[in-house]
């Protein structure tokens, strides 16, 4: 379900650790065990790469941080904090993505990269994610 506020694109999205989701499909955790977090609105962002989640989720994932990146924010280079995968799932679609860290009190940004990886576009006109229109709105991966 997505929302507009002034223009913006948001969008329910639930977060789920990756490492407690292969674990519990072994069998060493159970289903009730893996730690998620639902976003009821987080901010569509198709100028930003992938996803950027606050410190406070992250430590209620339960993440490590695999290192830091380099990159470009309005305010120049910076570095940011990469986390151990993620599976972010938005209206029965999901991917895989490693999460960077945003200061608290940024809302969690779904940027380009997850947004193709499930293939859902901005809908401009009515602000709203849709289904690929050039796979017919059906979830289609191009490994092209």
Known sequence: ME???MGRVLTEATIYNLHDLFEAR????????VRKIVVPN???DTGGATLALTPSLIQTLGLTKRGEKRTIT???L???NLYDAVRVEIMGRDAS????EV???N???IGQIPLEMMDWVVDMRDHKLIGNPAHGGEHVLELY
């Open 78 to 80: 910076a570095n940011v």
């Open 97 to 100: 993505v490693d999460p960077i």
């Open 3 to 5: 929302t507009t506020d």
């Open 74 to 76: 309005a305010g120049g």
């Open 103 to 105: 200061p608290e009190g």
């Open 107 to 109: 809302p969690v940004l």
């Open 26 to 33: 072994v069998g060493r955790m159970t289903p009730d065990q």
């Open 42 to 44: 987080a901010l569509v």
